[in-house]
């Protein structure tokens, strides 16, 4: 299969760094094609504006979308957008490796979902969910958390379920991606050294098997 995974944590000895390449040897010893983005170590620039593009219909008054569907028909997005298209476009299965910020995904990557997903390319009028132009990929978000699972409860927190909700059903699913069980590791900065080690195992052990998923 192919595999396209993207990283987006600033510390390269990081546990989410550990998953990141652990995902890498993992898939490419089970005979997988991968691809990756290393989004704070390729210098990823998040702000979605009129330099997502080489040149522009309307100069004038910036309307995002209808930019983004002069360019796909005048091949004008910018090298940076345009790389990371061509690695979604060409992946079966997709990977998000992060930590959760403030419930969501860290600004890096909400800038690359912003600038990569673009109208007419990634979804247009009726082209959504089932019939979305993604359909027949699927995508697995592999996620640490600062805090216990404790309290990831209704009356706390939250469930995980509620908290990736906007993301696996408001991004992933609108494209059309089938999405796998999140990889969730909880309390991160808590884990020992054997707790981080059978973790990247069960990682490395489920990776290899992902085409049965």
Known sequence: MKIFIVLAHPEEKSF??????????ALAGAGHEVKTTNLYI???????????????KNADYFKQQEEEKYALRQNA???????????VQ?????????????????AILKGWIDKVFTMGKFYDNGKIYDNGFSVGKKALLSVTTG??????????YGSISSILFPIH???????????L???IIYSVERLDDKERKMILDHWAERLMNIDKE
């Open 16 to 25: 989410n760094a550990a998953l990141f390449h652990t995902a890498i040897n």
């Open 42 to 56: 390729s210098n990823f620039q998040p702000v979605s504006d009129k330099r997502n593009f080489t040149h522009l």
């Open 77 to 87: 997005f910018s090298p940076d957008i345009l790389s990371e298209q061509e690695k």
């Open 90 to 106: 060409w992946c079966d299965v997709m990977i998000w490796q992060f930590p959760l910020y403030w419930f969501s995904v860290p």
């Open 147 to 156: 805090g216990p699972q404790k309290n990831y409860v209704a009356d706390n």
């Open 169 to 179: 059903r408001g991004i992933l699913e609108f494209l059309g991606f089938s999405v």
């Open 181 to 183: 069980q999140p990889k």
